[in-house]
T-cell receptor, first 114, second 114 residues
Framework: GENVEQHPSTLSVQEGDSAVIKCTYS??????FPWYKQELGKRPQLIID?????GEKKDQRIAVTLNKTAKHFSLHITETQPEDSAVYFC?????????????FGAGTRLAVHP | EPEVTQTPSHQVTQMGQEVILRCVPI?????FYWYRQILGQKVEFLVS????????KSEIFDDQFSVERPDGSNFTLKIRSTKLEDSAMYFC????????????FGDGTRLSIL
């Protein structure tokens, strides 16, 4: 079945450092890859997404890269701040069901230390 | 900015009882979803709904679950006879027509089965 693997499960960085979270997906026909940030007890909030026809997308300190050949996509956060601390989920939209659902990774707990 | 709203925020129910979780999707959105998140785990797809019918459902969404859009605004998830393992955070989400458009999540309903 469809699957998304996410690494690492936890990530601890110093304020100002960069953080990278990596995901791989199983369905090569997946066409949409969002990243969500979830603070404790709150909703997942979309922070950036990328479509399958694009290799890279950037929004201020956040960037996402997609390698369709390797079925791999990554989230890059530069100049991390304490308020970036949260759980980050990657997701992919597989072809089954008409690209009509998201399959989530297991999440990465990011801690940014002042 | 328009938001997906969910009620109640927390529901406590005795095992075996029926529960209805309610959602008001964003008004111009056409696709509606339910996801669940067991404490400390990843977000899992339950069901997608479009044009007044289920478009896809997961293995989790068995005969005990049903969804309905009783009017032009509400979208409900019913669990007929709750089990202890149904305890989780349930998120409603919606999106516009584009399958590569973002899904917007509500704040969730924390369901506790006693």
């Amino acid at each position: 079945g469809e699957n998304v693997e996410q690494h690492p499960s936890t990530l601890s960085v110093q304020e100002g450092d960069s953080a990278v979270i990596k995901c791989t997906y199983s369905d090569s026909a997946s066409n949409y890859f969002p990243w969500y940030k979830q603070e404790l007890g709150k909703r997942p909030q979309l922070i950036i997404d990328i479509r399958s026809n694009v290799g890279e997308k950037k929004d201020q300190r956040i960037a996402v890269t997609l390698n369709k050949t390797a079925k791999h996509f990554s989230l890059h956060i530069t100049e991390t701040q304490p308020e970036d601390s949260a759980v980050y989920f990657c997701a992919a939209s597989p072809r089954s069901g008409g690209y009509n659902k998201l399959i989530f990774g297991a999440g990465t707990r990011l801690a940014v230390h002042p | 900015e328009p938001e997906v709203t969910q009620t109640p925020s927390h529901q406590v129910t005795q095992m075996g009882q029926e529960v209805i979780l309610r959602c008001v999707p964003i008004s111009n959105h056409l696709y509606f979803y339910w996801y669940r998140q067991i404490l400390g785990q990843k977000v899992e797809f339950l069901v997608s709904f479009y044009n007044n019918e289920i478009s896809e459902k997961s293995e989790i969404f068995d005969d005990q679950f049903s969804v309905e859009r009783p009017d032009g605004s509400n979208f409900t998830l019913k669990i007929r006879s709750t089990k202890l393992e149904d305890s989780a955070m349930y998120f409603c989400a919606s999106r516009i027509r584009d399958p590569r458009g973002p899904q917007h999540f509500g704040d969730g309903t924390r369901l506790s089965i006693l």
